[in-house]
């Protein structure tokens, strides 16, 4: 009996413990929240606004990018498709490339970082109410594809990162505010390639998901959502992969390590499209074992970012979430 009380008192003890040295790391050592905030919003103002897309699909700029890629489609090799295409999508969209040039399918992809002001965020299973809306950067993805003798644009998104996730980073001094443009760069492909395999996986399954990847010596802590990243009536919502916070490695439990355990293996280059079944094979099977449950309306890390409920300043919640 004396035994199990004194085991009990020193697990509340160094419970203590641990939430005094995470206060300390943070009043300490991290940057001032106020400051990191103003940062932050520096960083996200050099991003176009999403508008920007918007208004390049309702541009001749769309029109004549999309002509360039129907001249090309019955080259049996690419040649110069992206000399008639690439010249287009800019200067919204950016690094256009081939992913797929054969008979039964062509595909030209390009990339735009955007700064949504307020897009609306849903549970994954909802797309009717939105619970709140935040500001956030997403990865958009524009595809011109060809299958089965159907020409067609596509664009979607897989990945974001919200303001508060900016901040955490800038705060905890994962970068700077030069080195955080290409910071948010790596981070949201990485984002986008979880998303990929995680969403292609299981397409039916709309339950809440918190992930939680390596990164720079402790861990982003990201969540599966819904997003609308726009207010324009042809967006349907968009199931992303969502960049929330970043933890420290001093604020990881035993639990979060063993779910991230695998990942540099899981994630490793592709070495062509020969690799590519059993790489998103050991991907899938890595995120079932990293998954948790997950609800906006309950998680801490999402209330300090703008969700049901405001809290300013330092959570020392986070890093029990996810």
């Not at 010596?217 to 969540?223: D, F």
């Amino acid at each position: 009996m004396i035994d199990s009380y004194v085991e009990l008192l020193t697990t509340r003890l160094r419970r203590c413990q641990f939430l005094a040295e995470v206060n300390r790391i943070e009043t300490e050592q991290f940057m001032d929240p106020s400051l990191a905030r103003g940062y932050a919003t520096s960083v996200l103002a050099y991003y176009p606004d999403h508008s920007a897309i918007d208004e390049w699909l309702e541009s001749a700029r769309h029109i004549k990018a999309f002509q360039g890629f129907l001249d090309s489609i019955r080259s049996k090799k690419p040649g110069r498709v992206l000399e008639r295409v690439g010249p287009w999508l800019a200067p919204v969209f950016r690094d256009p490339r081939i992913d797929n040039w054969s008979r039964s399918e062509k595909m030209i992809r390009a990339e735009a970082y955007a700064v949504s002001q307020a897009s609306a965020v849903f549970e994954l299973a909802q797309e009717e109410a939105p619970l709140f809306a935040e500001k956030a950067v997403f990865l958009m993805n524009l595809v011109l594809l060809l299958t089965e003798s159907n020409p067609r644009v596509c664009l979607g998104c897989l990945a974001s990162i919200s303001h508060h996730g900016v901040l955490r980073l800038l705060q905890r001094e994962v970068a700077t505010p030069e080195t955080m443009r290409a910071e948010i760069r790596a981070i949201l492909t990485l984002a986008q390639k979880v998303g990929f395999v995680s969403f292609l996986s299981e397409p039916n399954n709309n339950s809440g998901r918190g992930y939680l990847f390596p990164w720079r010596g402790g861990a982003l802590a990201a969540v599966g959502m819904r997003v609308r990243p726009s207010s324009v009536q042809r967006y349907d919502t968009q199931r992303v992969v969502a960049i929330r916070t970043w933890l420290a490695p001093e604020m990881l439990s035993d639990r979060q390590r063993e779910r991230m355990f695998g990942f540099e293996q899981a994630f490793r280059p592709d070495k062509g499209l020969g690799e590519m079944g059993d790489l998103f094979d050991d991907r899938a099977k890595w995120l079932r074992g990293n998954l948790v449950p997950w609800s906006i309306l309950t998680d801490p890390i999402d209330k300090s970012a703008g969700g049901p409920t405001q809290i300013e300043g330092t959570n020392h919640k986070e890093h029990t979430a996810l």
